[in-house]
Nanobody, 121 residues
């Protein structure tokens, strides 16, 4: 059974930074791509970023490109999302997921419980 546990969310002022972490259980972490999604109240879950198994290929939503960086440490079974220059519109629950490098939720089989990020103006 795969378990994903996010941490690092919180309240930050616009322009600030946060680093999200997602710790995965199991021995197969390094075999799979990982992704970050977010969901604001009343909105659909939205792709944020993804990274392939080795960390050599990354993808970003246009809305976060140049501000967010996804990375992974396979020795620690952890994927990260460094978020800089945060904006109020980045406010959402952020989820990590295991699956592909694709941009749609159905391509990901396992999900964490989410961590709240709130950016104040």
């Amino acid at each position: 059974q795969v378990q994903l546990v996010e941490s690092g969310g919180g309240l930050v002022q616009a322009g600030g930074s946060l680093r999200l972490s997602c710790a995965a259980s199991g021995r197969t972490f390094s075999s799979y791509a990982m992704g970050w999604f977010r969901q604001a109240p009343g909105k659909e879950r939205q792709f944020v970023a993804s990274i392939n198994w080795s960390g050599g290929i990354t993808r970003y939503a246009d809305s976060v490109k140049g501000r967010f960086t996804i990375s992974r440490d396979n020795a620690k079974n952890t994927v990260y999302l460094q978020m800089n220059s945060l904006k109020p519109e980045d406010t959402a629950v952020y989820y990590c997921a295991r699956g592909t490098t694709g941009g749609v939720p159905r391509e990901y089989a396992y999900w964490g419980q989410g961590t709240q990020v709130t950016v104040s103006s």
